[in-house]
């Protein structure tokens, strides 16, 4: 299987300031069509998942521009540029090529 | 605007079987593949099984693989998982989600609200 590890694994930031969050896989995400399949999901508070970024770096549908991915092969990232009180919540990236799918443990933002 | 609601969570005791229930609205079911994941108690995210828009593949993680069957119904935009000799480690809010309208890759776009099975004597 996939194993996908984030850090850090909890991150407290300054409303305004950004916030940066890495996720590695242990096999590459690169598809034969050219599509690297690394996802973001945000679970707020009491809320289900939702999709943040698509494909490493593509913005779901109304996903602010505050965020960002990045990142290939086995090393991406997910920015914030600047962190909201709204932002509060767990980031999960998931791999989507590798069955079993697998996601990271978690990093848990929350607002100083 | 879509929706997928699910339904048929409850406490049930170990070795017994249940089936969970999504109703979708809000798009057109029978192009998307759809998926279940769940979240034990306090912990991450687990996938736990896949099918395509037709039925005709499915795709289970080795941890339900045997024990859980999914399934959908086209013609009534509903996606089921029948879970049967249910462990103490099945416990988990159950996800259902829709993927993308195409995609090289599996993800979850759109995520229901959830239901909770609890495995327990």
């Known amino acids: 299987d996939v194993v996908m590890t984030q850090t850090p694994l909890s991150l407290s930031v300054t409303p305004g300031q950004p916030a940066s969050i890495s996720c590695k896989s242990s096999?590459?995400?690169?598809?034969?069509?050219?599509?690297?399949?690394l996802y973001w999901y945000v679970q707020r508070p009491g809320q289900s998942p939702q999709l943040l970024i698509y494909?490493?770096?593509s913005r779901f549908s109304g996903v602010p521009e505050r965020f960002s991915g990045s990142g290939s092969g086995t090393e991406f990232s997910l920015q914030i540029s600047r962190v909201e009180a709204e932002d509060v919540g767990v980031y999960y990236c998931?791999?989507?090529?590798?069955?079993?799918?697998?996601f990271g443990p978690g990093t848990r933002v929350d607002i100083k | 605007e879509v929706q997928l609601v699910e339904s048929g969570g409850n406490l049930v005791q170990p070795g017994r079987s249940l089936t969970l229930a999504c109703t979708a609205s809000?798009?057109?079911?029978?192009?998307?593949?759809m998926y279940w994941v769940r979240q034990a108690p306090g912990k991450g995210l687990e996938w736990v099984s896949h099918?395509?828009?037709?039925?005709?593949?499915?795709n289970y993680p080795d941890s339900v693989k045997g024990r859980f069957t999914i399934s959908r119904d086209n013609t009534k935009n509903s996606l089921y998982l029948r879970m049967t000799s249910l462990r103490a480690e099945d416990t988990a809010v159950y996800y259902c989600?829709?993927?993308?309208?195409?995609?090289?890759?599996?993800?979850?776009?759109?995520w229901g609200q959830g239901t909770r099975v609890t495995v327990s004597s």
């Open positions: 099918i395509s828009s037709s039925g005709s593949t499915v």
């Open positions: 096999q590459s995400l690169l598809h034969h069509e050219g599509k690297t399949h």
């Open positions: 989600a829709r993927g993308p309208f195409y995609s090289s890759g599996y993800y979850f776009a759109y």
């Open positions: 998931m791999q989507g090529i590798h069955l079993p799918l697998t």
């Open positions: 809000g798009f057109t079911f029978k192009n998307y593949e």
């Open positions: 494909e490493v770096s």
